[in-house]
């Protein structure tokens, strides 16, 4: 589990200290009180941008002179703990370091100790958003059980802005320009197909042995936009040049990929079932990845919000299949009822303007 976690001039907390952790973990206040950057900083500790996908200078407490730092000890039992760090640099604002056992690693790094996991009230609109927002949800989770996965969508991102920027230059690019950046999109995009592919089928794995009710149980498709193989896309793009040229920008790809996701008791898009419906199936889904990523490493599920948003029944579900999801869990409520039946069991604090106070 995470435990000795330190929060210094991290959004509004100049200097947070949470010790003797639980498998459940309760941050208590009212709205602004700073419960979710907490959330947000342990999602840090992970590869990628963090559950708010802000910008790093974003995330330094106001007026501070320099940067913002985050720890936390991950250990079992009696056994040596890890210390994780990850930090930003008061003259380079836009440049996140990581520190692992205090000596300088990568983001990618973080990720072979933890699997971080998260749901946030703003994922509510994601059956109903664009596809670029479950194409991210999928990356998300794909990282956490691989690492390298982070990698591979930034590198063929970069690829694609090449060659969209040469497409739409007013003279014809030159072949061995566009061989050469395609070859790109075609290694990276040809392994961002393949663990996007592989996550969604591991899910529904998951996803079949899990109880039907209170939870809708949804049903996982993976749509490639266009190409499902590396052959397949390395040809798609050299046959779609003059087309793509046309358009200004690049027609087929992995960065066109959708997820679809269907009721399947019901058999109806996702898109088109009840609010309710929607948050049943993207907690099962979220359960679901926590339990696979939870896996060989360290598994924490960061849940904001989420207990105020489920009726009696589907909470006391969740309860119980956090319980033995056998990841540490990490909740923000504004008051403590609704945790009830967990709170002998959890460590609980109280948030209030960014000061952190164990209840």
């Known amino acids: 589990m995470l435990d000795r976690i330190s929060l210094t001039r991290f959004r509004n907390h100049e200097a947070t200290e ?61 056994e040596e703990p890890v210390r994780l760090a990850t930090y930003s640099e008061s003259g380079h604002p836009g440049r996140r370091k990581v520190r692992i056992n205090g000596a300088e690693s990568t983001a990618t790094a973080l990720g072979e100790w933890i699997a971080l996991t998260w ?16 194409r991210r949800f ?3 989770m794909a990282l956490a059980l691989d ?18 920027r040469l497409l739409s230059d007013d003279r014809p690019p030159e072949s061995g320009w566009l061989d050469a950046i395609e070859t790109q999109m075609v290694e990276h995009g040809g392994r961002l197909i393949a663990g ?11 996803i079949a042995h899990m109880p039907s009710e209170p939870f809708a149980r949804p049903a996982l498709t993976y749509a490639p936009g266009g190409a499902d193989t590396p052959e397949a896309l390395s040809q798609a793009l050299f046959d779609g040049r003059q087309r793509d040229r046309a358009a200004q920008r690049t027609l087929v790809g992995p960065h066109r990929d959708e997820l679809e ?44 919000e989420v ?8 909470r006391a579900a969740l309860f119980d299949q956090l319980a033995a999801s056998g990841a540490q869990v990490w909740m923000t409520g504004t ?25």
Do not use: C
């Open 138 to 140: 999928v990356d998300r």
């Open 307 to 314: 207990a105020a948003h489920l009726d009696p029944v589907r």
């Open 261 to 304: 996701v269907v009721h399947a008791a019901k058999r109806v898009p996702a898109a088109q079932s009840s609010t309710g419906e929607q948050k049943a199936m993207l907690v099962a889904i979220t359960l679901a990845h926590a339990a696979l990523a939870a896996q060989g490493r360290a598994g924490v599920l960061l849940l904001d």
């Open 18 to 78: 949470l010790g003797g952790t639980s498998r459940f973990n309760l941050l208590v206040g009212e709205n602004g009180a700073g419960k979710t950057n907490v959330l947000e900083a342990l999602s840090l500790l992970s590869p990628g941008r963090g559950l708010r996908r802000a910008a790093l200078a974003d995330m330094v407490q106001h007026g501070a002179d320099e940067g913002f730092g985050i720890g936390a000890s991950l250990g079992a039992g009696e």
């Open 335 to 359: 008051e403590v009822g609704p945790f009830d039946s967990i709170a002998d069991d959890a460590a609980i604090w109280r948030v209030s303007g960014g000061a952190v106070e164990r209840a």
């Open 196 to 206: 996007r592919a592989s996550l969604v089928d591991t899910l529904m794995a998951r």
């Open 119 to 134: 749901l946030t009230p703003a994922m509510d609109g994601l059956f109903t958003g664009p596809a670029a927002d479950r």
């Open 147 to 164: 690492p390298s996965h982070a990698a591979h969508a930034a590198r063929y991102e970069a690829a694609l802005r090449e060659r969209n």
